[in-house]
C-alpha cells in the first residue's frame, strides 16, 4: 500500500548539483526511517543516506559533506540534495521507508521505482 515516487534525476556535469525529491503516500505508520539507495550501472545497491524520526541523519563515507537528506512531515516528501556531484555519483536512486533495528536501517516498508542520476566528467 505504500507508495515512493521520486523525481529529480538528471544530468548533470561533475561539480554541478541536483535536488531529488520523495512523494510518500499510503499506509506509512509503521515505519520510523527512510532512507535513499543508489546503483550504478552493474552494481548492487549502496545505502546513500538516512533519516529517522527524530531527524538524525547519516550518510555514507562516499557523500559526506556533499549530500543532505531531509523530510517534510506535512507534505509526506523525502529529499535528497546533491551537491558537488561526481562521475561515482552516476546511478539509479531509489527513496525507501523503513525502520531502525538498533543503528542498522532496514527498508523494509517500501521502495520506489528509481530515478536516474547522470553525472559526466
Known amino acids: 500500500q505504500v507508495q515512493l515516487v521520486e523525481s529529480g534525476g538528471g544530468l548533470v556535469q561533475a561539480g554541478g548539483s541536483l535536488d531529488l525529491t520523495c512523494e510518500v503516500s499510503?499506509?506509512?505508520?509503521?515505519?520510523?526511517?527512510a532512507g535513499w539507495y543508489r546503483q550504478p550501472p552493474g552494481t548492487q545497491r549502496e545505502l546513500v543516506a538516512t533519516?529517522?524520526?527524530?531527524?538524525?541523519?547519516n550518510y555514507a563515507d562516499s557523500v559526506k559533506g556533499r549530500f543532505t537528506i531531509s523530510r517534510d512531515n506535512a507534505d509526506n516528501t523525502v529529499y535528497l540534495q546533491m551537491k558537488n556531484l561526481k562521475p561515482e555519483d552516476t546511478g539509479d536512486h531509489y527513496c525507501?521507508?523503513?525502520?531502525?533495528?538498533?543503528?542498522?536501517?532496514?527498508?523494509?516498508?517500501?521502495w520506489g521505482p528509481g530515478t536516474q542520476v547522470s553525472v559526466s566528467s
Open positions: 525507501t521507508l523503513g525502520n531502525f533495528i538498533g543503528a542498522n536501517y532496514y527498508p523494509n516498508h517500501g
Open positions: 499510503g499506509s506509512i505508520s509503521a515505519a520510523n526511517a
Open positions: 533519516i529517522d524520526r527524530l531527524g538524525r541523519t
